[in-house]
């Protein structure tokens, strides 16, 4: 029985919250070159983290790319292991303007903490660390084995994490794999997650004259790059939301009859939805619900797009170049690197005369559609009904974490997915923030499940 | 006869380009507020240099915006009045880093002087004072009357130069007002502009939800404004190049059978004119040709776009705005009023669900078709033709000059557009020059255009 340890984490929360600030504050942004040190700072302060906790063996793994960070216990005789997951590196915090507090000095305000990495992944990372460090310093032991492994770069696709997974398949063998980055259904709702959705990302490069011209001058029969441009992205999806590339829907697995009832379930409000993110409509492909649409039906989203000229007033140029970021969230069982190919396809038979464009794939990651009977996944379902006194869900989420189908496909263990985040928690945008009665209910729901998958058969009510 | 006159700017050439090097190194950027004293400096520097060239009565006039510069001499009893206009701001010199030497720092390389305004318009401003100034310096006086207005505010709209000329309507009231801010139509072929388009300008705004969101957990249910900006861009041209605004084409006089065939003795040749700027193939409206494009029909062209993140690899966002900057050159009789109010329209009838619109109005300015048969006009084809040998051409030319409908409006003369530009001299875009052959010519050519305008009639060869 755990109460010690559960007590152990009540008593010493404000310190947890302490240390998670020191965390919030090493803006390791991965995408970025010039924050290559802070990363590193990021794998140091985890790595001192987890012998902190009462791991053992912890070491900063260099790879071709940011550091690999792992530690682990293994002195639970007979029991199974754990692979716990995560990241330490955070997305680019811009528009810088939005934010109330700056991103990467944590301010609590109400229950939540504000900075950039809250959620995504800082929070959900530590929380694991203090539910072991809980059983370390009330047991002095672990009722399983477990081995931690954080990454640096889960925010640029984790291009260096399937190699290395490959080159220490023995140091990361396990039963299952542990990842908390995903949200919750709802605050007091907590869930598994058995599907995410991969990921496609492009840059378009579009390249009209050789310099910007006077667009008096030269305007009516000099083909525009910005205008062809948003001429290509008009047409990647049709009037029914339908993406257009060709072939893009062959491989995709159907939303099936049992899901589709199961979802229904769910208390989704389009009104509150729309209300949250201040919204007049939701929209999407025709046929299908909004959660269907968001967590099982591809999507195409332009992040960004740029060209000529962006300032105060009037300028009137004919650009030479303009370009874009188009992302899409992909399902199983579509392939990325098909659909890598059905884009270049789709561009090269769409480029108007007079217009010359470069695609760049920026990354790539499988979709996910895992069991949802494994013990795994039944010990975090009774962990998080101890903890929140209630009956969890099982979703699927439209998010990628583009190493849970490495895992999946090179560990060959089930993947849990146990997340603590909230919906509208600004993972990727500003303000950024974590829960902390959550963060705390997170830390004990971590320090249960360890016991749990070494112990119990589990019906779901 | 100006032999004299000739020879002194012969003698004083290197004297004249040191000059203009002064004036060019001024960054009176009217776009911008930071560079308010720099327009100001730049109206300071054209006092001083028409002072300087013989000029009398030489005075600043404060405006709401940026200030206007006047200046005269009214000695010539019994001649005719010319009113020279041009202006001493500039645009804004973005991208910076495609610039060969620094835009603000004049460099003279083969025949060309390389700078931002240096043909647009500083350099034509310049040939007209030192034409002034060689009658001045070899016969104490000029053979007509002058009156000079230049105004700091062109590259903006001109929006207090209207104003200003209704307010001094005497002082500026004059037989012919002279213009250099239009190119020759090819370098040797020296050419009068007899049309001008007209400018609308439009700033589109577009949001979505309230905050930048995650494009993996929103991505199939929120419109994205990036790719809903690009929805609306995209349905403003049909496939055929026109212009979808409702009612746009209208009030659009039509290319006349005389100007197709002025035009096609033109020596045009599409492939130098691919080769100049780079491109694989001219577009435009189906059913005329590149200069009937150019010249006589309206166009549509994106200045700028932009939104989300631009920065190094790939955010996964689903961003909250985006905004775009939309011109359209516009043709007699076209009103820019009246295609506000259709841009407007169509934007209201064309906004998808989820997103909404604001449109702000950046400028208008009227297109311009003057007849060819003034003593102004046949005295400046006399000039030309004595300078460069050989018969000008009459052309019309797809830029905009906004004041020049409004000088015909308001001071009931014509308006001689006498440029000394070339094509691709890269007004408005980075690597801005001027030949500095032709800047010698123009100095001749205006010298000799106010003896002509005093003196005789002239019958085009």
Redesign the interface.
């Known amino acids: 029985m755990p109460q010690k340890t559960l007590h152990y984490i009540d008593t010493n929360l404000d310190q947890f919250i302490g240390e998670l600030k020191d965390f919030l504050r090493i803006p390791s942004i991965s995408?970025?070159?010039e924050y290559g040190d802070d990363v590193r700072k990021g794998a140091e302060w985890v790595k001192k983290c987890a012998e902190d906790s009462g791991l053992e063996n912890a070491t900063i793994y260099d790879t071709h790319g940011h550091p690999v960070v792992y530690a682990d216990w293994l002195h639970a005789e007979e029991k199974p292991t754990v692979l716990i997951y995560g990241h330490y590196d955070v997305?680019?915090p811009?528009?810088l303007e939005?934010w109330t507090s700056p991103p990467f000095e944590p301010d609590v305000r109400g229950d939540d903490i504000y900075a950039r990495g809250a959620v995504d992944d800082k929070g959900q990372v530590h929380l694991h660390l203090k539910g072991i460090e809980a059983w370390m310093k009330t047991h002095g032991k672990l009722p399983v084995n477990v081995k931690l492994i954080l990454e640096g770069e889960e925010e640029?696709?984790s291009p260096n994490l399937e190699p290395f997974v490959l080159e220490h398949a023995d140091l990361l063998s396990c039963d299952a794999v542990m990842i908390s980055d995903t949200?919750m259904y709802d605050y007091d709702m907590p869930s598994i997650t058995y599907g995410l959705?991969g990921?496609a990302?492009f840059e378009l490069l579009m390249a009209?004259?050789?310099?910007?011209?006077?667009?008096?001058?030269?305007?009516?029969?000099?083909?525009?790059p910005?205008?062809a441009?948003?001429?290509m992205?008009?047409?990647m999806?049709d009037e029914n939301g339908r993406i257009q590339l060709p072939g893009f829907y062959d491989d995709v697995i159907d939303v099936s009859p049992e899901e589709r009832e199961e979802f229904e379930r769910l208390p989704y409000s389009e009104e509150e939805?729309e209300k949250r993110?201040?919204?007049?409509?939701?929209?999407?492909?025709e046929g299908y619900t909004?959660l269907e649409?968001?967590w099982a039906?591809?999507?195409?989203?332009?992040?960004?797009?740029?060209?000529?000229?962006?300032?105060?007033?009037?300028?009137?140029?004919?650009?030479a170049k303009?370009?874009?970021?188009v992302?899409m969230?992909l399902v199983a069982n579509q392939d990325y690197h098909k659909v890598e190919e059905q884009f270049r396809q789709f561009v090269e038979e769409n480029t108007?005369?007079?217009?010359?464009v470069e695609v760049k794939d920026?990354?790539g990651g499988p979709p996910v559609l895992t069991p949802t009977d494994s013990k795994a996944v039944k010990a975090a379902l009774a962990a998080l009904e101890e903890v929140f006194e209630t009956v969890p869900y099982l979703t699927r989420?439209?998010?990628?974490i583009p190493i849970v189908a490495d895992f999946e496909k090179n560990l060959k263990v089930p993947v849990v997915l146990m997340g603590f985040g909230l919906?509208d928690q600004?993972?990727?945008?500003?303000?950024e923030r974590l829960n902390l009665k959550n963060y705390h209910r997170g830390i004990k729901s971590a320090a249960l499940f360890l016991e749990r998958f070494g112990t119990m058969e589990y019906i779901r009510s």
């Open positions: 995408a970025r070159q997305q680019p811009e528009p939005l640029v696709g949200p959705r990921l990302y009209g004259p050789d310099r910007d011209l006077h667009s008096g001058m030269f305007g009516g029969v000099v083909a525009n910005l205008n441009l948003c001429g992205i008009a047409r999806k939805f993110i201040n919204i007049p409509d939701t929209v999407g492909e909004d649409r968001l039906r591809p999507a195409l989203d332009v992040c960004g797009i740029w060209g000529g000229y962006q300032g105060e007033g009037a300028k009137t140029v004919l650009p303009a370009g874009a970021k992302s969230r108007p005369p007079g217009v010359t920026l990354y989420n439209g998010a990628s919906p600004n993972a990727h945008a500003p303000d």
